[in-house]
């Protein structure tokens, strides 16, 4: 297993444990673990989503990374074109390489394929990808049996990224509360119309595609 401060140095280059600087009101930075603490249990949970407090924000960013050929681009509200002298743009970093964060695309994509945990998430006409989530809710005591949160991080379309969607279901009822259950259906409904809306087409037609950014429109944006 790595050890700890290897594991730190992934998450820090993903943008996790830190604001985007996006400056959005109340926005927080999240919490990663102390490493002078860990134990060997401690280096491990975080591979399956425990050990940590991640942001819907940071999540967007962080599988940006992987639909933007590698590069860490900073999240921002402001379009590409309409940013000061592109200072935005000239801020990201390659955190992984884009061989390595084409593999990532690839496995996603597998996960709302027929065998996959999130075939619920797939959009009529394209090709999508994304990671389901489902975690036990923190209480005074610890852990809650039976409160959930559902999540569903998603990438559209895998042949040439333009947008990572975040969907986040708190205390999904019923028995379908898990991240493939709960969270990926709505992400479906709501790539769906962005596609629609933004004239995206099939997958039969697609263009290559060009550098993502994080922005809220505009040719090649990522929007979250």
Known sequence: ALGHEPILDVFARFGLGQSTGAEFPGER??????????????????????GLLVTPMQLAQAYAVFANKGKLVPFTFIAQGEASGGSRHHASRQVIS??????????????TG???????????GFGVGGKTGTVHKVGSAGYL???YV???????????????????IDEPSGDAYGGGAAAAPVYSR???????????APKSAEPESG?????????????A
């Open 150 to 168: 559902a999540l569903f991080v998603g990438v559209a379309p895998v042949s040439a990224p333009r947008y990572v969607t975040v969907v986040v």
């Open 190 to 200: 709501i790539t769906q119309e962005v596609l629609r809306i933004k004239n995206v």
């Open 145 to 147: 049996d039976d409160r």
């Open 211 to 223: 550098e993502l950014i994080l922005a809220g429109s505009g040719e090649g944006d990522t929007s």
């Open 98 to 111: 884009p061989a390595v964060a084409e593999q990532v695309i690839t496995v996603l994509h597998r996960v």
């Open 29 to 50: 930075s999240g919490r990663l673990p102390d490493h002078d603490f860990w134990s060997a249990i401690d280096r491990v949970t975080p591979a399956f989503g425990y």
């Open 114 to 124: 027929p065998e996959g945990t999130a075939r619920k998430a797939t959009v009529s």
